[in-house]
């Protein structure tokens, strides 16, 4: 998969209209795109999303969403997490 994207310069800046979801087949995927896209001055907020170090935010979280939020109390433990750790569902 090839993403690109454009520099729209100091005009149009980046806010949470626009954001990303980065499904992860388990969790060694999601610890690293987390780690990758909260270095270097990123800033992580709840539920798996984040802010990557240019304000881009992303939600970065399991291909089996759906299903592990079907999980009795999953949305209460999901509310807790900033980055998702599958194991706590």
């Keep these: 998969m090839v993403t690109i994207g454009i520099n729209a310069g100091p005009i149009f800046k980046f806010n949470e209209a626009i954001s990303l979801m980065i499904p992860c087949k ?4 999601i610890d690293y795109y987390w780690e990758a896209l909260t270095s270097d001055g ?3 907020s709840v539920c798996g999303w984040l802010k990557d170090k240019y304000g881009l935010s992303w939600q970065v979280c399991p291909e089996n969403w759906a299903e592990l939020n079907k999980r009795p109390g999953a949305f209460k433990k999901m509310m807790g997490m900033k980055k998702i750790i599958i194991a706590d569902f």
Aim: aromatic share 0%; hydrophobic share 0%.
């Design 42 to 44: 990123g800033q992580e």
């Design 26 to 29: 388990d969790q060694t995927e």
